[in-house]
Nanobody, 115 residues
Framework: QVQLVESGGGLVQPGGSLTLSCAAS????????MGWYRQVPGKQRELVAF???????TYADSVKGRFTISRDNAKNTVYLQMNSLKPEDTAVYYC?????????WGQGTQVTVSS
């Protein structure tokens, strides 16, 4: 079994920064890709950013130029550096990992952008 543990969420003022981390643990042979989704009440979960094992990245248009995703393959950890945060970035952020034959989700971490 694989577990994803997220950290780094919290309350930040508009224009501020936060860094989210997601560490995968358990029996891991390889991770194809890892990334972040977010969800607000009443809306569908949406892609924020994703990174493949080779380093190829994908970003939602709404976060391009403000968020940066990176990963440490040796630590099975993915990071999301979030800069210039806006109130509309407020959501629960979920980590997702795609392994051969399985998809795993973290429990989510709350990010609130408010003055």
């Amino acid at each position: 079994q694989v577990q994803l543990v997220e950290s780094g969420g919290g309350l930040v003022q508009p224009g501020g920064s936060l860094t989210l981390s997601c560490a995968a643990s358990g029996i891991i042979v390889s991770i194809n890709s890892m990334g972040w989704y977010r969800q607000v009440p009443g809306k569908q979960r949406e892609l924020v950013a994703f990174i493949a094992s080779g380093g190829t990245t994908t970003y939602a248009d709404s976060v391009k130029g403000r968020f940066t995703i990176s990963r440490d393959n040796a630590k099975n950890t993915v990071y999301l550096q979030m800069n210039s945060l806006k109130p509309e970035d407020t959501a629960v952020y979920y980590c997702k990992a795609i392994l051969p034959g399985r998809v795993y989700w973290g429990q989510g971490t709350q990010v609130t952008v408010s003055s």
